[in-house]
């Protein structure tokens, strides 16, 4: 039962790549009928596959190219595929490992690896890409040099966040230069753990530490200047509560903190005199404190706070990739005001995709949270939630205490903005907390 799923899931993957081409035929049509030029003509495609398939953009991206290329040019990839020989994660593998050969070339690997039933069995998933990759550098040598060269030029560094309050901080580079790296990190930790009575550090330790500090010049890290955008409840900030804080991370998703970490993360900050705190609260009805602007581009306290307020997260439904653009759910030209309520973050790709025609979005009032339903060109709907803000003390008004009526009995001082005047009258209302070094 369990192999005949399987096969069954393969099958299902082949029926999806004919009807994701076809899709792709027929808004090609749609669009050039509605005069939009060659260029620009398939749109949107990618992100409505994506939608339907409960996946990102960017993957829906990479199954549409796969389904054209296995239509197109790997006729015995895709009948692997149809038949359960070839799940779709192998299939997508080999379009990718013969991307840069001339078609002849790649219907020749397709022939080699897939037209006998017989040659994919028993063979795991590394194995068949280099499989690919060997019969590819065979013929066609050149090709092969070239895309190792293009690839040499996209080399970056990125940031995503990691479970229990940690980050991956990755690097593509050359494979000489990435192990020459490597091996000094590697030399500098067998160095310390055999030296003046070794390192109690472990050895993985020991490398991350060394990256750090030779990449910052900082031997520890409450040293390093940041402003932390950390959005939390009051109750989560003066001790009283455990729900997570979320921490911005510029270039990548925002990340859930526990409390007592994020406790701990202002409190080591403010001891090394190195953090600025944005605070952000929620009011009572759950919703993060709004501004707005006459301008019509996002000046950049507002683009901050929809940053945060989305987490960093692309609002477009399974897409999760980090935000890139600050857009206008109604566009600026259709009179779409430049705020709060008609921002979002979106990344680059989703932010081009719903420019195509056909595409539509609007603001669902009088819900929980900041919602956007989004209409694709085939008329389905999506609807996108903003993340829900850390819960406030008090999510319902209440009859004002006696030290609530002696606070407001103060008068406010003019030159203080709101937000610090309630922060002030939040502090009477607690315990005050004494932050010892690294703990709070």
């Known amino acids: 039962m369990l192999a005949a799923l399987e096969e069954l899931k393969s099958a299902a993957c082949a029926a999806q790549a004919v009807l994701s081409v076809a899709l792709d035929t027929a808004e090609r049509d749609r669009q050039a009928a509605a005069g939009v030029p060659a260029r620009r003509r398939g749109l949107g495609v990618a992100a409505q596959v994506g939608l339907a ?32 020989r070839l799940s779709e994660y192998r299939a997508m593998i080999l379009v990718a490992e013969t991307a840069c050969l001339e078609v002849e070339d790649r219907a020749e690997v397709d022939r080699l690896l897939c037209a006998d039933p017989a040659s994919l069995e028993g063979v795991g998933t590394r194995q068949l890409g280099a499989l690919a990759r060997g019969h590819a550098a065979r013929l066609d040598p050149g090709a092969m040099v070239r895309r190792a060269r293009r690839a040499e030029t996209e080399r970056r560094v990125t940031i995503r966040p990691a479970p229990d309050t940690m980050c991956y901080l990755s690097a593509l580079v050359p494979m000489k230069v990435g192990i020459a790296a490597f091996a000094a990190l590697k030399t500098s930790a067998d ?68 409390a007592q970490i ?76 430049t705020d709060a309520d008609n921002g979002q973050g979106l990344c680059e790709a989703c932010n081009h995709a719903k420019e195509a025609p056909g595409w539509t979005q609007t603001i669902t009032p009088d819900t929980a949270c900041h919602t956007v339903q989004t209409v694709t060109p085939t008329g389905h709907r999506y609807a996108s939630h903003a993340p829900p803000p850390p819960t406030p003390a008090r999510p319902t008004p209440a009859a004002p205490t006696e030290l609530e009526v002696r606070t407001e009995a103060v008068a406010p001082e003019p030159d203080r903005p709101v937000v610090d005047l309630a922060f002030a009258r939040l502090l009477a209302q607690h315990s005050p907390l004494e932050y010892g070094k690294h703990a709070a």
């Open 262 to 337: 994020a406790r701990e993360l202002i409190a080591a900050g403010l001891d090394a005199n190195a953090v600025w705190l944005r605070r952000l609260y929620s009011d009572p009805g759950g919703r993060l404190v709004a501004m707005t602007s006459q301008q019509r581009f996002h000046p950049d306290a507002l683009a901050t706070f929809l940053r945060l307020r989305d987490q960093g997260l692309c609002r477009t439904p399974y897409c999760g990739a980090p935000i890139r653009h600050i857009d206008h759910v109604t566009p600026a030209v259709s009179g779409g005001t």
């Open 53 to 84: 398939r409960r996946e990102s953009p960017h993957r829906g991206q990479a199954l549409l190219g796969a389904a054209k290329v296995w239509t197109t040019e790997m006729p015995h990839t895709f009948a692997a595929l149809r038949e359960g």
């Open 191 to 258: 160095l310390a753990r055999t030296t003046d009575g070794g390192d109690p550090r472990g050895h993985g330790q020991i490398m991350a530490d060394t990256l750090i500090e030779r990449i910052t010049g900082l031997t520890h890290p409450d040293e390093v200047p940041l402003t932390v955008n950390l959005v939390l409840s009051d109750t989560t900030l003066l001790g009283a509560g455990h729900d997570p804080a979320h921490l911005h991370t510029p270039g990548a998703t925002d990340s859930p903190v526990p």
